[in-house]
């Protein structure tokens, strides 16, 4: 992510594990056109102050702000709860995105 900030793109897959858990996926693409695997976090809840925590807090300190800000393109899976809160939050977010 460091070297290939450009794009992300945000997943969400329910209900994985026995306990239920949602796992939300971060992944990039390099200069070969290849996937990469990013980041992964098990939510462990449905609420959005959960995912704005993943993808708001989590994800730039893995990664670094620096290279959160360099990103250009954020595509997802169209959950509403990791949309309109976590991504457009972030992006909007008065210190900057993400």
């Known amino acids: 992510m ?14 994985l594990n026995k306990e ?10 390099d200069g070969h056109i290849k ?3 990013g980041f ?3 939510m462990p809840s449905k ?3 959960v995912y704005q925590w993943a993808i708001g807090v989590a994800l730039p300190t893995l ?3 620096k290279v959160t800000q360099r990103n250009r393109v954020v595509s997802s899976d169209g959950e509403l ?3 309109e809160s ?4 972030t992006i909007n977010a008065p210190d900057g995105p993400l």
């Open 2 to 15: 460091v070297v290939f900030p450009k794009y992300f793109g945000i997943a969400m897959t329910f209900g």
């Open 20 to 29: 239920q858990r949602n796992l939300v996926t971060v992944a990039g693409v």
């Open 35 to 37: 996937l990469f695997l």
């Open 40 to 42: 992964r976090c098990w």
């Open 47 to 49: 609420q959005r102050v």
């Open 63 to 65: 990664v670094s702000k």
């Open 81 to 83: 709860a990791l949309v």
């Open 86 to 89: 976590s991504i457009e939050s």
